[in-house]
């Protein structure tokens, strides 16, 4: 069938918005008709080259839309379902089968080879393939190809074209904070970086009912909003870590850093008490030298790594939106809607941080 893509030709190109045929689905996809995409820090990486795709490529992986076909085998979906997109994973190895499939050992051939695990590519232009299946979907497109695994099915009642960060960005700051530090009710938490992934564990921490959550941003803006979403301090970076540890003495018991340079994570270190957790999201890169005082670890402090919130979509989509339905994750405060036309703007504003999650709807 035919579609409209937004397709990178080169390292730091413009995305040209382009005629791509797009395959039917086979056995275990679906066809998705996109009605929003968001723009993720992971998107920008790739269009700069930090994510070895082959060229061209279709990028965009917080998708939503409509199924509007499905392959063969495919029984959990119908055209009409309205889904969220969100990475795959294989569901067979260890990891996917202990219910942590953002670990999948498929992972990198699932999700950023720009083809299905068999080697094909999703699209084509005359005989030349476009690559695609970027975190499974590459849905900066009117039309994706994703698998039954990471199309999650959602209410239609719901505005599905600003529902796509649910599936990257939000379960990421939100999954860090409900499945991985999983604080208690009562408990002090703080946030380095709030961009969409640290305003969602924002309000994760507010819905588990931390006592103290505090917010580091540079951004008056984004501290105010951090305020409005369930910080109960917003600190500038500069001196926050003397005043973390006079606001709380003895220290946080969780931290969460979103921003993955040295400085950061060590400052999300800095704050903790003994015990204290931090976990750390920020992506720079695969290679991301960084130096910590191991000395500090060694009273019972603990930095995990995470990605995608170590959640299963299938389901923590749908606990994120039972929040959202409760008022505690009002994730629609972070979103500019741009028309796709204009993904090069959004892309920019996505740079500069003048928007928090452009969210791009198709016509
Ligand atoms: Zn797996
Ligand atoms: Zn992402």
Redesign the pocket.
């Not at 993720?40 to 998107?43: P, V």
């Given at each position: 069938m035919k579609a409209v893509a937004a397709v990178l030709r080169e390292p730091r190109g413009a995305l040209a918005l382009e005629d791509v045929e797009l395959e039917g689905p086979r056995e275990g996809e679906v066809l998705v008709r996109i009605a929003g995409v968001?723009i993720?820090?992971?998107?920008l990486g790739a269009c700069d080259g930090h994510v070895p795709l082959p060229l061209p490529v279709v990028l965009g992986?917080?998708g939503a839309g409509v199924v509007e076909a499905v392959g063969d085998g495919v029984r959990a979906l119908q055209p009409g379902d309205h889904v969220v997109l969100s990475f795959d994973s294989c569901g067979a190895c260890q990891t996917c089968r202990d219910g942590h499939p953002a670990y999948c050992r498929e992972f990198t051939a699932l999700n950023s080879t720009g083809r299905r695990r068999d080697g094909s590519a999703t699209m084509r232009q005359g005989d030349a393939p476009v690559h695609g299946s970027f975190?499974g979907q590459s849905s900066f497109a009117t039309h994706a190809l994703a698998s039954a695994r990471n199309a999650v099915r959602v209410d239609d009642d719901l505005p599905i074209e600003l529902l796509g960060p649910l599936?990257?960005?939000l379960q990421?700051g939100a999954g860090a904070v409900l499945r991985v530090l999983a604080p208690a009710a009562g408990s002090t938490l703080a946030v380095f970086g709030c961009g969409p992934v640290g305003m969602a564990a924002v309000m994760a921490a507010r819905a588990v009912g931390c006592r103290t959550i505090v917010a580091v941003d540079p951004s008056p803006l984004r501290r105010e909003l951090a305020f409005e979403l369930g910080a109960t301090v917003a600190l500038d970076p500069d001196g926050a870590v003397r005043e973390i540890r006079s606001l709380v003495p003895g220290g946080v018991d969780c931290s969460v850093e979103t921003v993955g340079t040295g400085d950061v994570v060590d400052a999300a270190l800095r704050v903790l008490s003994s015990p204290g957790r931090c976990a750390t999201l920020g992506f720079r890169g695969a290679r991301n030298r960084i130096e910590i005082d191991q000395g500090h670890l060694l009273f019972g402090r603990t930095i995990t790594g995470v990605i995608?919130g170590d959640v299963d979509p299938q389901t923590f989509i749908g606990d994120l939106l039972a929040l959202h339905r409760a008022g505690l994750f009002a994730f629609e405060r972070l979103i500019t809607t741009y028309p796709f036309a204009e993904i090069d703007r959004a892309i920019a504003d996505a740079r500069t941080g003048a928007t928090l999650k452009p969210v791009l709807v198709m016509p």
């Open positions: 968001g993720c820090h992971t998107d992986h917080e975190l599936g990257c960005s990421t995608e």
